[in-house]
Every structure is written in structure tokens, then in C-alpha cells.
């Protein structure tokens, strides 16, 4: 059984950072493909942020580029978002994703690719 907690959101001013944290809990965290989605209410959850199982694949969604990072930690089975000049429009819920059995360094970018979710985290970015 595999469980994902999200945590790190919060109110900030636009120009602020955050960092998001997703922890992992289950076994073998270092064969899982992992992703970061957000979704603002009356939308579909969007791609923001994907890494594959062996951290050699990442990318990131026209939202993110140049601003978030993300990275994982397999040791503390952790994966992490730091996001950067946060704006407004970066207001949203953000969710963690996992998937295992992709052992490859393609990094999954659609909502259905992913197995896992955790319960979101609510980021709210003032002006």
C-alpha cells in the first residue's frame, strides 16, 4: 500500500517561494516515477512538474519552467517543489503523483499515467 502526504503550502505575497514537500510512504520509493499536478477549482488538474524513477528524467510544464524545481530524495523517500517568484495565477491545490514500473527515464506528464495521489496541499498567492 502505497500513501502520499503533501505538505509546505500556505499564503504568500507574489514574489515569494515555497517549497512543497510530497512524503512517501510504502516500500521500494526508488522505483516509483514521480509528478506534480495543480488544479484550481473548475478545472482539470494540470502538469507541473515530473521526475523519473531515477531522478535522470525531468521536466516541467509551461507554468513551472524556469521557476520551480523539483528533485527527490530516495534515502528519505521525499519528493520536493520549489517554487520560486510565485504570482498569482500559481494559486491553486497542488497534488503529488507516483507511479511505479517505469523504468525508464520518460517522465509522465499525463494525469492517467499516475497511480498514486495524495490529498493536495492548498497554495494561495496574493497580490
Known amino acids: 500500500q502505497v500513501r502520499l502526504a503533501e505538505s509546505g503550502g500556505g499564503s504568500v505575497q507574489t514574489g515569494a517561494s515555497l517549497k512543497l514537500s510530497c512524503t512517501f510512504v510504502?516500500?521500494?520509493?526508488?522505483?516509483?516515477?514521480m509528478g506534480w499536478f495543480r488544479q484550481v477549482p473548475g478545472k482539470e488538474r494540470s502538469f507541473v512538474a515530473g521526475?523519473?524513477?531515477?531522478?535522470?528524467?525531468?521536466e516541467y510544464g509551461l507554468s513551472a519552467a524556469d521557476r520551480f524545481v523539483i528533485s527527490r530524495d530516495d534515502v528519505k523517500k521525499i519528493a520536493t517543489l520549489q517554487m520560486d517568484g510565485l504570482t498569482p495565477a500559481d494559486t491553486a491545490v497542488y497534488f503529488c503523483?507516483?507511479?511505479?514500473?517505469?523504468?525508464?527515464?520518460?517522465?509522465?506528464?499525463?494525469?492517467?499515467?499516475?497511480?498514486?495521489w495524495g490529498q493536495g496541499t492548498q497554495v494561495t498567492v496574493a497580490s
Open positions: 510504502g516500500r521500494r520509493f526508488d522505483s516509483y516515477a
Open positions: 503523483a507516483a507511479v511505479a514500473g517505469y523504468h525508464s527515464d520518460r517522465v509522465l506528464r499525463e494525469e492517467h499515467e499516475y497511480d498514486y
Open positions: 521526475i523519473s524513477w531515477n531522478g535522470r528524467g525531468i
